[in-house]
C-alpha cells in the first residue's frame, strides 16, 4: 500500500533531514530560519521545504528500520516489503506519467525518463504546526506619546533649545584651554631667563584631545569587503544547477556556513544566491551548466565529504 509508504516518508522527515526511498530517489527537508512581516506584524517559526533528489538511490536504511518496527519483521522480509511497494508506485509512475503522495507531494515523469518533484503547500513535515509552533502577533510599541512629549519640551516658552554640533563644542573647549594656558600663572617671575611662556595652537590642543579624523576611501572599504572571503553575491537567475550547502534568511547567518565550507574545501568558488522573491538566501559551492554534471558532482561530494549529505541541486531558473 504506497499510502503505507507516503505515511512512513512523512513521519520520518520530520525527524531527519532526508530519506531515500531505494530505487526511487531521496526527499530532503530543506531548514528555512524564522522571519518578520513588518506589514502584518507578525513574527512566522521556523519552515521547511521538500526537494525530491532522483539521484540519492543508494538506501539509508530508514524506511527499512521503521517497516521492520511497523509490522513486526526482520530487516530482510521488511526490505522485501517495500521493494514491493515501490515496484508498485513505479509502475503506476510509468503508466500515468505522475503519482501523488498524500502529505508529501506529487512526483512526475517526463517522456525523456527524468523524474521532477511538485510539493504539497501543506505538507506534513513542512507545517510549522506539526512542531507545535504557530505565528506570534509582535506590534511595535506606541510612538504618539513620547513624540508629543518631546514637542511639548521644544514649544516650553521657558526653555531656550539650541542644536550645537559636538564638534563645535569641541572646539570651543580648545579655544578656552589655549586662553588659560596663555595666562601668566604666578606672580614672582625671577628672570626672563627662568620664564617661559607656552602657547599651544588651538587646532593642535585639539587634535590632541580629539585625535585626527580618519578618512577612509569608500571604494577602498568595499573593495576590501568583497575580496575578503571571495564570496560571490547574485541575484541573477541564469538557469544553472548550483550546489546548494546552506539556506538562509540573513547575510550573518550564511557567513557561519561559508567559514565552514572554507575549512572543508578551501578551493571551492562559494556563491549567495539571493531569491527575487523574498529574503530567501542560498549558499552554493559550485554550478554546473547540466543537471546530469550537477548530480555526479553531488553524489562525489557526498562520499568525500559526509558533512554536507544535505546538500541538494538547485535549478536557478
Known amino acids: 500500500m504506497n499510502s503505507r509508504l507516503a505515511e512512513q516518508i512523512s513521519y520520518l522527515l520530520l525527524r ?4 531515500v526511498v531505494p530505487q526511487l530517489g531521496g526527499f530532503i527537508r530543506e531548514k528555512l530560519p524564522a522571519s518578520y512581516d513588518r506589514s502584518k506584524h507578525l513574527a512566522y517559526p ?3 521545504e521538500l526537494h525530491f533528489n532522483a539521484e540519492m538511490t543508494h538506501s539509508d536504511g530508514l524506511l527499512e528500520e521503521r517497516y521492520a518496527l511497523l509490522l513486526g519483521l526482520s530487516l530482510r522480509r ?8 515501490v515496484s508498485q508506485l513505479r509502475h503506476q509512475l510509468i503508466q500515468q506519467g505522475t503519482y501523488h503522495l498524500s502529505g508529501i507531494g506529487e512526483l512526475q515523469l517526463s517522456r525523456e525518463g527524468h523524474l521532477s518533484f511538485t510539493p ?3 505538507a506534513l513535515a513542512t ?3 506539526a512542531y507545535g509552533y504557530a505565528p506570534l502577533s509582535l506590534p511595535t510599541l506606541p510612538q504618539a506619546i513620547s513624540s508629543r512629549r518631546a514637542l511639548l519640551s521644544e514649544q516650553d516658552s521657558r526653555y531656550i533649545s539650541l542644536r550645537l554640533p559636538k564638534r563645535a563644542l569641541g572646539y570651543a573647549a580648545a579655544v578656552v584651554i589655549a586662553i588659560l594656558a596663555l595666562l601668566p600663572w604666578g606672580n614672582k617671575v625671577e628672570t626672563e631667563q627662568h620664564y617661559q611662556a607656552g602657547f599651544t595652537p588651538s587646532v593642535e590642543v585639539a ?3 580629539f585625535g585626527e579624523e580618519k578618512k577612509v576611501d569608500a571604494s577602498t572599504e568595499a573593495t576590501a569587503k568583497d575580496e575578503q572571503g571571495n564570496l560571490r553575491w547574485s541575484t541573477e537567475q541564469d538557469g544553472r544547477y548550483y550546489i546548494i550547502i546552506a539556506t538562509e534568511r540573513t547575510e550573518e547567518r550564511i557567513q557561519t556556513y561559508v567559514e565552514q565550507a572554507r575549512t ?3 578551493e571551492a568558488s562559494l556563491t549567495a544566491l539571493r531569491s527575487p522573491h523574498g529574503r530567501t538566501i542560498r549558499l552554493a559551492l559550485t554550478s554546473f551548466d547540466s543537471s546530469a554534471e550537477a548530480y555526479a558532482y553531488l553524489n562525489e561530494l557526498v562520499k ?4 554536507h549529505r544535505s546538500a541538494w541541486v538547485f535549478h536557478n531558473n
Open 78 to 85: 521488511a526490505r522485501l516489503v517495500l521493494e514491493e511497494e
Open 127 to 129: 507545517s510549522a504546526s
Open 264 to 266: 572543508t574545501l578551501p
Open 304 to 307: 568525500e565529504h559526509p558533512a
Open 207 to 209: 587634535r590632541q584631545l
Open 46 to 48: 521556523p519552515s521547511a
Open 120 to 122: 504539497d503547500s501543506a
Open 16 to 19: 531527519h533531514e532526508y530519506v
